[in-house]
């Protein structure tokens, strides 16, 4: 029999070898109680740190820790379900309290992973049923504890539906980061002292100001009409930053300054509220690329405060492995301690519905913060129920502020086959919106009801000088770009290139276009939101009506020329394909739209995609929670809702590339695989299917147990990773 608490007593305080863990188990909840008072669970949280390493007193792991650190061999030693089987004795065998999900849940999961709640009632009550001497002594251990570290019972109110789903998910965040943070200061203490040092949101607002007074000096020496507009519509943000925590849009056309205007909003509600960070989250990780730049560029001037997030690092099972380089790889992942993310809508939300410890970490930082979910519209309509619920459950418990934001609208609020948004108060944060767009109005649109085939259609584009083309798929572009062979000043993006290849291609396209020289650029859909680019023609394939109005977007966007308006061509391409599901849906929708009389000029109206998404929304009714994911969330089944909740249909792995200065942060990386290692390597990678992984097998070079890859393949400086793989975030549809 284990006597734990023979093994407390005889420990505490009289210099027994067990000291140093029973001080583990203090810091990680005290550390996990502080990060969950932020939603009003600090004592529940307290509990879950003192009993997710109780089972490490066993003396048999405390052996097999030894022989760890001496490399030898040794059985492996299960620790985590201790503590949870006890918790499950405790509350539901003894007591016949429903919480016991609260606790059991996130303790014996903090290193597989969150288990379906019926899987773990049956493993409780079969490990309790093996072991009842064990889980005795442990109940006698827990006078002790109360004695001499525990000194409050938590009191929970058991809430419905899946607001408790995301509380234990939340618990679970705050527990896996507290363990995480106390061993990285056994691990890397240096790092450990520098977390404390990042500015607080207030320090980035006085920043802010000062860049922006000096633009705005800037701006009121050039009176073009879009800076006018770009200024009223950063002291609507001011103006709107006063209002409480909620739900906001902002509609503002493309090219009114929605990026800085929006950070403006976003810092002052922040320091208003004292809500804590920003995250924006944004489609493309060519937006990420940009808008991060821009970021820093206002802000970091005299301190680091934006943390680029692109990819994670899936770190596997950990299945309780104790080996150092085994935890050194676990600490590769985020947690979001920055004051300012930019990150991608697959990471946020596919964090949120994730059950694996390293994915779910961050998301407890994302209390009390603002989000802003800029390109709003390209979220995917088959998970627009689990979406926009789990949106809801952030804004009314956790303290959050959401801010859509996109210059085309979807009808969230407005449709009745999404009730979610129903009951919120939706803050419009530029009321003046639609006289903006009509100020704003900078090109003409024509939509040729003809199909053209690539010869034609590379003719066209070898008669202008600049020009960019969007195509629907990675294999249209491809596809032209061949029919287009020997043009010169061809330049192509997707995200086959990795993040600093795309950014260097950027600044060389704006530097040509700055300087009227040759540039065509046929693309995928990964430039025609938020990305800073201005051709005074664009060809967009016919498709769904946002991503039409978003590529014009890119089109005489700075209006250098009051008395002449770019040219946006709507094509039909005969070989053409059309990614499927809502994208299809979507297409359909546009084309009946655009076949009737004046549709070009309905297109200058924001508030014809009202009209546009809830035809949409109406067609995909059924839809809507395609995979069943609420009811499983109701269930409680993590894995199945982590499995099923997917923006991106099929996973995909982080490739290094070969690319400039890359192999010398990738050999620091495996030298030392930490945070501030890994964020310096993601501009350097590029996701592919994990499928894909076997069918590229001799390129690929696995790093880090199936979860990093090293391309050896060719790299093409047009092309990016040259093989016919499918681009899988070519937005967050399939190609």
Request: glycine share 6%.
């Amino acid at each position: 029999m284990v006597d734990f608490s023979k093994l407390i007593a005889h420990t505490k305080g009289h210099g027994g070898k067990y000291d140093p863990l029973i001080d583990h188990l203090r810091d990680v909840a005290e550390m996990a109680r502080s990060f969950a008072e932020k939603f009003n669970n600090g004592a529940l949280a307290f509990w879950l740190g003192i009993f997710h390493d109780f089972g490490k007193i066993n003396p048999f792991f405390q052996s097999y820790l030894k022989a760890m650190e001496e490399n030898r061999s040794h059985p492996k030693v299960p620790h985590a379900v201790w503590g949870a089987a006890f918790m499950y004795h405790y509350w539901w065998g003894v007591n016949r309290n429903d919480v016991w999900k609260e606790f059991t849940l996130p303790i014996s999961g903090h290193h597989a992973g969150l288990d379906a709640q019926s899987q773990a009632s049956q493993k409780f009550s079969q490990f309790i049923r093996e072991n009842p001497s064990g889980l005795q002594s442990m109940g006698s251990a827990l006078v002790e504890l109360q004695k001499h570290v525990i000194h409050t019972t938590p009191s929970l109110k058991i809430t419905g539906d899946t607001a408790r789903e995301m509380r234990i998910r939340m618990l679970f965040s705050a527990l896996v980061d507290a363990d995480y943070l106390a061993t990285e200061k056994h691990f890397e203490p240096e790092k450990t002292n520098g977390r404390a040092k990042w500015p607080n949101v207030s320090k980035l607002w006085e920043q802010f100001l000062n860049d922006q007074e000096e633009m705005l000096k800037k701006a009121d020496k050039n009176p073009k009409k879009v800076n006018r507009i770009r200024k009223e519509v950063y002291f609507s943000c001011l103006k709107a930053a006063h209002e409480k925590p909620g739900v906001f849009k902002m509609t503002v056309p493309t090219g009114g300054g929605k990026t800085r205007s929006g950070l403006a909003f976003a810092l002052k509600h922040a320091v208003q509220n004292k809500l804590h960070r920003i995250i924006v989250a944004l489609p493309y990780t060519s937006i990420i690329d940009q808008t991060a730049s821009e970021y820093r560029k206002i802000l970091e001037k005299d301190f680091q405060c934006v943390l680029e997030h692109h990819s994670q690092i899936e770190v596997p099972d950990e299945k309780e492995e104790q080996d150092q380089k085994h935890l050194r790889y676990r600490l590769a992942s985020e947690n979001w301690d920055v004051p300012l993310i930019v990150t991608t809508t697959v990471q946020l939300f596919e964090s949120l519905f994730a059950n694996k410890p390293g994915r779910v970490r961050k998301i407890h930082n994302i209390t009390k913060s603002v989000i802003i979910l800029d390109e709003v519209q390209t979220f995917p309509p088959q998970l627009l129920k689990p979406t926009l619920a789990v949106l809801c459950e952030l804004v009314d418990n956790y303290g959050v502020s959401l801010v859509l934001s996109t210059a085309t609208q979807p009808a969230f609020d407005n449709t009745p086959y999404l009730k979610a948004f129903q009951n919120l108060e939706i803050k419009e944060i530029v009321p003046d919106y639609p006289r903006h767009f009509s100020a704003l109005r900078r090109v003409n649109y024509h939509f040729r009801r003809e199909p053209i085939d690539w010869p034609e259609l590379a003719e066209e584009v070898k008669g202008y000088d600049q020009i960019m083309v969007v195509l629907n798929t990675r294999k249209d572009a491809l596809d032209l770009i061949a029919a287009m062979q020997g043009t010169p000043y061809i330049y192509h993006l997707s995200t086959l290139l990795c993040g600093q290849h795309r950014k260097d291609k950027l600044n060389e396209i704006r530097t040509r276009l700055n300087n009227v020289d040759s540039v065509r650029l046929i693309s995928t859909q990964v430039v025609e939101a938020g990305v800073d680019l201005d051709f005074p023609v664009v060809y967009r394939a016919a498709g769904p009506l946002d991503r039409i109005v978003q590529a014009a977007g890119r089109c005489n966007r700075e209006w250098s020329d009051p008395n002449r308006l770019g040219e946006v061509i709507i094509f039909c391409p005969k070989e053409g394909g059309v990614p499927g599901g809502a994208y299809f849906v979507g297409k359909t929708e546009a084309e009946a739209m655009l076949q009737k009389p004046g549709a070009e000029k309905m297109l200058h109206q924001p508030d014809i995609f009202n009209e546009y998404f809830q035809r949409l929304f109406s067609d995909m009714s059924e839809k809507l929670d395609e995979k069943g994911i609420q009811e499983l969330r109701q269930n409680m089944n993590y894995p199945k809702v982590s499995e099923k909740y997917r923006l991106i249909s099929d996973d995909t792995v982080p490739v290094v590339v070969k690319y400039r200065d890359s192999m010398a942060f990738f050999s620091k990386w495996q030298e030392n695989p930490n945070q501030s290692n890994w964020r310096r390597l993601q501009p350097y990678l590029v996701n592919i299917y994990r499928w894909q992984t076997e069918a590229f097998g001799d390129w690929l070079h696995p790093v880090s147990e199936g979860s990093l890859f090293l391309w050896t393949g060719r790299y093409d400086d047009i092309r990016g990773i040259a093989t016919e793989a499918l681009d899988p975030a070519d937005l967050i549809v399939d190609d």
